[in-house]
């Protein structure tokens, strides 16, 4: 048995830093009327404040068009800004706001054909860097116009989204720097203090480049982002070598070490000094169709990744919110091992239900002490209004050992206990994959049916006995919150 003791007496502060922002399918599905039903949900239920997308200037949002007539000749370029307004009315409308990742390029302005992604986001850098300052100016000035400088300051202008992997940016460091600094410079130019960074890197990458281009030349800079996933470490550890990658993937031996994104994070907040640093995607897993983000894997992996990080970054963007996704297309299925906390239909994953868990946590943390340091089983505790919540994980990474661990927690400190009750996420609790599966794994749902998978997905609160000594029984990949009511 694993014992673990509160102690009540010792309070530190706990910001929400993973409620900052949250991840989204490109810009267009902003205007979804489900997309919106879903972000709404994450918002209201998990706290989140920021969202982020890719595409806000593709083509396919009509920002930025070359004009034709009818013989093909171009006659001039054409500003469109209705739609971005559209989603960030609604952004605010709900008490959101948005993290806006400048890119991809409007194929009007972009130096080659290259694209991303079913929704064929153009990767090249500008055929004129003053284009675009012209494209970032008019965008900044529409803003701050109909929105207002004092809303405006609040937001984050990044510059691009993963410039240092060539199938995101058909350019090199030395041109993405300077498609930053012309960015910078004309936000800057709108108004001085909105705020804009960069790099917006996977891997943790580029970070002191950044930091060190922007001091020498000049350059504002109010914050560093960056991107990491636990599935990047060979990767990482490759010195960014992206054919290592790739082979280490197709030969299944993109393993990595438990804790390995609080380690990349230590690293990342070393480099970027004294600027505030967020991390504006992040997940279990980078790969698409991995099926344990469908599952209770995740949750527990979650909960470990948020209790660790505290204070190392300002924000923590999970990417994303909803399998609502068309990088690669809609990929079918209910559960493909999508992104999302939420799946196509809305059901809530365990993942999901965790970030909820998460939420219901206090502001201040509590000491909590274990007498195994090297167990699969940690903990994280708060004081909240009512009194208590305690947040049990039971997790390491895919092929290691693992099983069901018996624990107790000493509640001795805690005075006027009135009530305990347990949250379970596992196998057999807010697991709606696993009542999909005994239906047979239907490819669509019907009503009754997605019903169903809504009631499996439920956190259920248990009443437990008041004692001294809780004894609780947590199981591989399980997550359990104790709330002490007080």
């Not at 949002?61 to 960030?88: A, P, R």
């Not at 960015?183 to 203090?193: L, M, N, Q, W």
């Not at 005994?438 to 019903?451: A, D, F, N, T």
Request: charged share 25%; with cysteine.
């Amino acid at each position: 048995m694993i014992r673990f003791t509160l102690d009540s007496d010792k309070l530190h502060p706990f910001p929400h830093y993973w409620e900052h922002s949250i991840g989204s399918c490109h810009a267009y599905t902003a205007l979804r009327e489900d997309y919106r039903t879903q972000l709404m949900r994450a918002h209201d239920e998990l706290g989140f404040q920021y969202v982020r997308f890719h595409g806000i200037f593709d083509d396919q949002m009509s920002t930025l068009l070359m004009k034709k007539d009818h013989h093909g000749n171009e006659y001039g370029l054409v500003y469109n800004f209705s739609n971005i307004d559209n989603i960030f009315d609604f952004l605010l409308r709900i008490g959101m706001k948005p993290f806006i990742e400048l890119g991809f390029m409007p194929s009007a302005i972009a130096r080659g054909d290259k694209t991303i992604f079913h929704y064929n986001a153009n990767i090249t850098p500008p055929k004129s860097y003053d284009m675009w300052a012209e494209l970032v100016r008019k965008f900044s000035e529409h803003l701050v116009e109909r929105y207002g400088v004092e809303e405006v300051k609040t937001w984050f202008f990044e510059v691009w989204n993963e410039p240092n992997l060539f199938f995101f940016f058909d350019g090199t460091k030395e041109e993405y720097f300077k498609l930053y600094e012309v960015s910078a410079r004309t936000i800057k130019d709108v108004h001085p203090e909105l705020k804009v960074g960069g790099p917006a890197t996977s891997c943790n990458s580029w970070i002191k480049d950044t930091v060190d281009y922007c001091k020498v030349h000049d350059v504002p800079l109010d914050f560093i982002t960056t991107h990491h996933y636990p599935t990047d470490d060979p990767l990482w550890k490759s010195g960014m070598d992206i054919m290592d990658f790739f082979q280490s993937d197709l030969a299944g031996n993109r393993t990595y070490e438990r804790g390995v994104l609080t380690k990349m994070a230590r690293r990342v907040r070393e480099e970027a000094g004294d600027y505030p640093v967020y991390f504006t995607e992040w997940n279990t897993s980078a790969m698409q169709g991995d099926v344990k983000r469908d599952e209770p894997y995740a949750a527990a992996m979650i909960a470990k990744t948020l209790a660790d990080q505290d204070g190392l970054v300002e924000g923590y963007s999970y990417w994303t919110f909803s399998d609502i996704f068309e990088e690669s297309g809609q990929l079918p299925g209910v559960f493909h091992g999508g992104f999302g906390l939420q799946n196509f239909y809305g059901i809530k994953k365990p993942s999901y239900r965790v970030f909820e868990l998460f939420h219901g946590l206090g502001d201040h943390r509590v000491d909590i002490s274990s007498d195994d340091s090297n167990a699969t089983v940690e903990a994280i505790a708060t004081k909240t209004d009512s009194g208590y919540r305690i947040i049990f994980y039971n997790h390491t990474i895919p092929g290691e050992k693992i099983g069901e661990e018996k624990v107790s927690l000493n509640v001795s400190s805690v005075h006027s206990l009135k009530k305990v009750l347990v949250y379970r996420i596992d196998d057999t609790h807010a697991n709606p994959k696993k009542q999909w599966m005994e239906m047979g794994e239907p490819e669509y749902l019907k009503e009754k049916e997605l019903q169903l998978l809504h009631e499996a997905s439920e956190l259920i609160p248990q009443t437990m006995e008041i004692q001294s000594e809780l004894i609780l029984r947590i199981p591989a990949h399980g997550v359990i919150a104790v709330d002490l009511q007080c």
